[in-house]
C-alpha cells in the first residue's frame, strides 16, 4: 500500500493563477481531509468529506474548493491563488468509524504564492 | 466551534527528565483525544490516542491521561531522549473534525 499521496510536493504560483493539488489513497478510507500549516503553526482544517459525494467545510474554507467523486481521491482546487495562502498542505485519510480513528498523513505539498 | 489550547508552547529538558503538555478543549462532545508528533519538514505521525470512555492509557515511555470533566488531556513522556525533539500536536474529535492545537515545541538536550 502507498498510503496517501499527494502530489505535487512542490509548486511556485503567481498570484491570481488557480491549481489542483492532488491527493489520492489506496486504503479504502471512507474519511479524507485537507489541511494547512503555516510556518511555526499548528495545522488548520480547510475542508473533509465523509465519504464520495460528501463534502464539508472545516474552519479556514474560503479560498479553496474541494469533491470526493471516488472514495480514493480528494482534489484540492485554489481558485485564484493569493500570498497568504503559501503554506504547506496535508492530505489525510482514515476509516470514517464514527468516534474518530487515526489519521494517515500525506507528505504535503509547499506551495508559495509570489 | 471547537477551541483547543496547548501548554506550554515550547518544553526544553535534559535528556532523561519527563515531560508533560496539556492539552485543552471546549467542546464537550469531544470524544476522541490524539496526540500527533511532527518532525521538521515532515508529516504529523499519531504516537498516542484515548477514547472517552478511558482516562489513561499508556505505551512504553509514553501515557496520555483524560479528565472529561475538567476538559483537557495530557501526554507524558518519561526518560526523555534526544530523538524525542519535535512538536508535538494534540487534535481532540468532535462529530467529523480533528481540531488541531497550536503546538508544542519539545527539545531534549543530551
Known amino acids: 500500500n502507498a498510503g496517501v499521496t499527494q502530489t505535487p510536493k512542490f509548486q511556485v504560483l503567481k498570484t491570481g493563477q488557480s491549481m489542483t493539488l492532488q491527493c489520492a489513497q489506496d486504503?479504502?478510507?471512507?474519511?479524507m481531509s485537507w489541511y494547512r500549516q503555516d510556518p511555526g503553526m499548528g495545522l488548520r482544517l480547510i475542508h473533509y468529506s465523509v465519504g464520495a459525494g460528501i463534502t464539508d467545510q472545516g474552519e479556514v474554507p474560503n479560498g479553496y474548493n474541494v469533491s470526493r467523486s471516488t472514495t480514493e481521491d480528494f482534489p484540492l482546487r485554489l481558485l485564484s491563488a493569493a500570498p497568504s495562502q503559501t503554506s504547506v498542505y496535508f492530505c489525510a485519510s482514515s476509516p470514517l468509524g464514527g468516534k474518530g480513528q487515526p489519521q494517515h498523513f500525506g507528505d504535503g505539498t509547499r506551495l508559495s504564492i509570489l | 466551534g471547537e477551541n483547543v489550547e496547548q501548554h506550554p508552547s515550547t518544553l526544553s529538558v535534559q535528556e532523561g527528565d519527563s515531560a508533560v503538555i496539556k492539552c485543552t478543549y471546549s467542546d464537550s462532545a469531544s470524544n476522541y483525544f490524539p496526540w500527533y508528533k511532527q518532525e521538521l519538514g515532515k508529516r504529523p505521525q499519531l504516537i498516542i490516542d484515548i477514547r472517552s470512555n478511558v482516562g489513561e492509557k499508556k505505551d512504553q515511555r509514553i501515557a496520555v491521561t483524560l479528565n472529561k470533566t475538567a476538559k483537557h488531556f495530557s501526554l507524558h513522556i518519561t526518560e526523555t531522549q534526544p530523538e524525542d525533539s519535535a512538536v508535538y500536536f494534540c487534535a481532540p474529535w468532535n462529530t467529523d473534525k480533528l481540531i488541531f492545537g497550536t503546538g508544542t515545541r519539545l527539545q531534549v538536550f543530551p
Open positions: 486504503m479504502n478510507h471512507e474519511y
